[in-house]
């Protein structure tokens, strides 16, 4: 089993930043894909960003690419998402999820664990 934990939202001002953590605990997440999605009230969970277990491949949603960087550190069993040049439209309640395989999928249903989400709201 394992237990996703993220942290690091809040409210901030358009064209702000903010940093959001994942960390794992349980079985090891070294060799499996971790993803970010986003789910704003009264709309479908959506695909954000994704990295693979090397740390050097990742995928972005055309929405955020340029603004937003995925990276993560197997030693500390943890993710982060960078946020740059918010806007209010990247409201939402963002959760991160482990895939077990070591392909990306932009596809919620195909990622096996979720945490419980931090919400992100942009003000204008």
């Known amino acids: 089993q394992v237990q996703l934990v993220e942290s690091g939202g809040g409210l901030v001002q358009a064209g702000g930043s903010l940093r959001l953590s994942c960390t794992a605990s349980g079985r090891t997440f070294n060799m499996y894909v971790l993803g970010w999605f986003r789910q704003a009230p009264g709309k479908e969970r959506q695909f954000v960003a994704a990295?693979?277990?090397?740390?050097?491949?990742?995928y972005y949603a055309d929405s955020v690419k340029g603004r937003f960087t995925i990276s993560r550190d197997n030693a500390k069993n943890t993710v982060f998402l960078q946020m740059n040049s918010l806007k209010p439209e990247d409201t939402a309640l963002y959760y991160c999820?482990?895939?077990?395989?070591?392909?990306?999928?932009?596809?919620?249903?195909?990622?096996?664990?979720w945490g419980q989400g931090t919400q992100v709201t942009v003000s204008s």
């Open positions: 990295i693979r277990w090397d740390g050097i491949s990742t």
């Open positions: 999820a482990q895939r077990r395989s070591s392909y990306y999928s932009t596809n919620s249903r195909e990622y096996d664990y």
